[in-house]
Nanobody, 122 residues
């Protein structure tokens, strides 16, 4: 599986941004997908995940209620809608794919896309 993230950019605090992660391959719906982020000088952390069917979602406490993860299996794409952005959301956001939720949540998924930079100005 090859992943391509896009949608990053500069946004003012309180604003919104939608990230996309397009996947190659014909078995996209069999993968759990996740978003992670890495702020400057910090370790990469989990943001959100979604099951293959799209029914199950899980969020980090820091983004719960502000971010929404979704997927379109017909388009092989997963999205991260980010609302009410804060300066502390500034990071490089990466998408990941795995067939096992537990390993994806630990950031140990085998497939990663390149990151896309999100910068939130105050």
């Amino acid at each position: 599986v090859q992943l391509q993230a896009s949608g990053g950019g500069l946004v003012q605090a309180g604003g919104s941004r939608r990230l996309s992660c397009a996947a190659s391959g014909r078995t996209f719906s069999s993968y759990v997908m996740g978003w992670f982020r890495q702020a400057p000088g910090k370790e990469r952390t989990f943001v959100a995940s979604i099951t293959g069917s799209g029914v199950g979602t899980f969020y980090a406490d820091s983004v719960k209620g502000r971010f929404t993860i979704s997927r379109d299996n017909a388009k092989n794409t997963v999205y991260l809608q980010m609302n009410s952005l804060k300066p502390e959301d500034t990071a490089v956001y990466s998408c990941s794919a795995d067939t096992v939720l537990s390993t994806l949540l630990r950031g140990e998924g085998p497939y990663w896309g390149q990151g896309t930079q999100v910068t939130v100005s105050s």
